[in-house]
């Protein structure tokens, strides 16, 4: 399938919001980080989904990024965005905030994903092209092309 249009960044933003439960932390009272990393995938998978209008799967994630801890009863707000788009691949960013009772986002997590979109038999299917409409669009844009360089080459040296 081709696509002759395109879609705007904010037409896939996700924003999710939860509070950490007893069974979310680690031994140490704190978000345990493969929890986070799931909360993460899942966030980059809709919006990817909400791109492509297909199933995706993860290909890969880079640059995650653990600044601070959470701890139980914290909210914790993750948002994703489309970043850069390729033929049939999309990187998502997704920051995550603990948010205070005033609203207040301290950020905990940063993580770029990559994910391809899939037809039905699971073969690279084409996505929509990305209409930036923002200058910090058109620089997460300009570093995406850059992050992929670098995961290309990691790949040829067998990383």
């Not at 879609?7 to 999710?16: A, P, R």
């Not at 031994?27 to 998978?45: N, Y």
């Not at 914290?74 to 033929?87: A, E, F, K, N």
């Not at 301290?106 to 770029?112: D, E, F, H, L, T």
């Amino acid at each position: 399938m081709e696509f002759e249009w395109s879609k705007k960044v904010s037409e896939s933003v996700i924003e999710h919001v939860c509070q950490i439960r007893p069974e979310h932390l680690n031994g140490g009272g704190r978000l345990f980080g493969g929890r986070l990393m799931e909360w993460i995938d899942e966030i980059a998978g809709l919006v990817a989904i909400r791109h492509s209008q297909c199933n995706v799967i993860t290909a890969s994630a880079d640059n995650l990024k653990f600044i601070r801890g959470a701890f139980q009863n914290d909210l914790i707000v993750l948002i994703g965005r489309l970043t850069y788009v390729g033929t049939t691949s999309m990187e998502v960013r997704v920051d995550t905030y603990v948010e205070s009772l005033d609203g207040i986002r301290r950020p905990i997590n940063r993580a770029y994903l990559t994910l391809v979109a899939v037809d039905a038999n699971g073969k690279p299917q084409e996505v929509p092209k990305l209409i930036l409409e923002t200058e910090s669009e058109k620089a997460e844009w300009e570093a995406g092309k850059k992050r992929r360089e670098i995961r290309n080459q990691r790949s040829k040296e067998g990383f």
